[in-house]
């Protein structure tokens, strides 16, 4: 796939920022050719039923159907994976990790998560922990390309979690 457009708006409170994404989508449905939806979002999730299920990091965003939500304003399939394990995914067929069997991706920001591809699958048992920040916010992911040998590591943004995996290997 490719990306045709990208949007980023402020969020609000949890009504406000729904409307916004539904707006948003179908402003983006309208481009053509969409025929799914698929939503990352930070943990505890039900990704089976598309329920966002309060996330601590998310204040009010308790019990969202968010799938349901979308796939009634849009008319098309609507899925929910959980932050880490959907970047990773992302990286594995899209970006870094192309060409990969083992890898990990990792989340550092208002939470900590990590997605694993082991053997070229996703593996889907891997908790993903939140943590609340006590000062400041950095922002920033790791992937590490081949988990056997760590010696080589490409990062999407932030010097801090790649310095520090360095100095660390």
């Known amino acids: 796939g490719n990306v045709i457009e990208k949007r980023r708006f402020e969020t609000a409170d949890v009504n ?13 449905y309208a481009l053509g050719d969409v025929t ?21 990091n998310l204040a009010g965003w308790d019990n969202i159907h968010i799938t349901e939500m979308i796939e009634d304003a849009l008319g098309v399939p609507c899925g929910i994976r959980n932050d880490a394990n959907a970047c990773a995914m992302a990286e594995y067929y899209f ?18 998560g990590a997605g694993l591809i082991l053997n070229g699958q996703l593996y889907e048992e891997f ?9 400041g916010n950095y ?4 992937i590490i390309n081949d988990i056997k040998n760590p ?16 100095g660390h290997s």
């Open 36 to 56: 799914a939806v698929g939503i990352s979002c930070g943990g505890p999730l039900d990704e089976k039923r598309g329920i966002i299920m309060s996330p601590p």
């Open 151 to 166: 010696k080589e590591y490409e990062y999407t943004y932030g010097s801090i979690a790649i310095d520090y995996a360095r």
């Open 139 to 142: 922002n920033f992911d790791l």
């Open 16 to 28: 406000g920022t729904l409307n916004k994404i539904i707006e948003t989508a179908k402003e983006l």
């Open 127 to 135: 908790t993903t922990w939140h943590v609340q920040p006590n000062s």
């Open 95 to 112: 970006g870094a990790g192309r060409g990969t069997q083992n890898m990990v991706f990792m989340t550092f920001g208002t939470g900590l």
